[in-house]
């Protein structure tokens, strides 16, 4: 799939066109997910055996 991705950002770069601006706040809510997993990845950790705690 990566190649329809290359593929349409070379048509738009040919048409003039930039990449569509993302939604507002887009950056926060992947650093807020990303921040989520990796308390998640904590607490499985320590909630397994012979992990720390």
């Known amino acids: 799939m990566a190649i329809w991705s290359e593929l ?13 601006v ?3 706040d887009t950056g926060l809510r ?7 997993a990796a308390r998640q990845r904590i607490l499985d950790q320590a ?4 992990g720390a705690g």
């Open 47 to 50: 909630h397994r055996p012979g």
């Open 8 to 20: 349409r950002a070379i048509v738009r770069w040919l048409a003039g066109q930039g990449d569509p």
């Open 30 to 36: 992947i650093q807020a997910a990303e921040a989520d």
């Open 22 to 24: 993302p939604p507002p």
